[in-house]
């Protein structure tokens, strides 16, 4: 079982700079998919940053310009750098990750979320 856990959320005011994490645990093969969604009250999840074994990266266009999405291949661990940040990105933060394990197969794992507040 691939285990995902999230950090770096927290308050800040807007403008402000945070950096999530999301380190991922167990035998795992190869990653083929990061991606990070959020979830804000009362709203759907939405995708917000995407970013493939290739290195093409794909961003929701609320977050264009401001976040960057990057990845440490030796740590297993997938990074969200938010800049500029706006009230609007108050939201619970999730990552993804989609690949293979090195025994039982294709797994994709979300991590517990992790809190982001913005005050304006």
């Known amino acids: 079982q691939v285990q995902l856990v999230e950090s770096g959320g927290g308050l800040v005011q807007a403008g402000g700079s945070l950096r999530l994490s999301c380190a991922a645990s167990g035998s795992i093969r190869s990653i083929n998919t990061m991606a990070w969604y959020r979830q804000a009250p009362g709203k759907q999840r939405e995708l917000v940053a995407t970013l493939t074994s290739g290195g093409s990266t794909n961003y929701a266009d609320s977050v264009k310009g401001r976040f960057t999405i990057s990845r440490d291949n030796a740590k297993n661990t997938v990074f969200l750098q938010m800049n500029s940040l706006k009230p609007e990105d108050t939201a619970v933060y999730y990552c993804?990750?989609?690949?293979?394990?090195?025994?039982?197969?294709?797994?994709?794992?979300w991590g517990q979320g992790t809190q982001v507040n913005v005050s304006s």
């Open positions: 993804n990750l989609a690949g293979y394990r090195s025994i039982l197969g294709w797994f994709d794992s």
